[in-house]
Nanobody
Framework: QVQLVESGGGLVQAGGSLRLSCAAS????????MAWYRQPPGKQRDLVARIFLGGSTDYTDSVKGRFTISRDDAKNTVYLQMDSLGPEDTAVYYCYVNGYTTGGHFYPSDIWGQGTQVTVSS
């Protein structure tokens, strides 16, 4: 079963930057949607940013101009560059994939990463 492995979370001061990475555990291709969600303490999980096959992107309003999502299809990896971080960005960040091809078959399935903690101190 394909798994997503996240890295790059941690503790940073307000105004600082972090870069999250998420890679698939096996070779998959033509990933339709790659995205990052986040879940602050005591709140629901919400979409932060997503990038589609072809490269188009969209972001939640609160991160526009500060966060950048990108993907490297050759490495089956999605990144989230986070700049000008504030305490309101503190959350567990989850990687998400929807729709992928492996072993010659297309799977219109969702895959979630295990989550990585991002903590921004004021």
């Amino acid at each position: 079963q394909v798994q997503l492995v996240e890295s790059g979370g941690g503790l940073v001061q307000a105004g600082g930057s972090l870069r999250l990475s998420c890679a698939a555990s096996e070779i998959i291709s033509r990933i339709v949607t790659m995205a990052w969600y986040r879940q602050p303490p005591g709140k629901q999980r919400d979409l932060v940013a997503r990038i589609f096959l072809g490269g188009s992107t969209d972001y939640t309003d609160s991160v526009k101009g500060r966060f950048t999502i990108s993907r490297d299809d050759a490495k089956n990896t999605v990144y989230l560059q986070m700049d000008s971080l504030g305490p309101e960005d503190t959350a567990v960040y989850y990687c998400y994939v929807n729709g992928y091809t492996t072993g010659g078959h297309f799977y219109p399935s969702d895959i979630w990463g295990q989550g990585t903690q991002v903590t921004v101190s004021s």
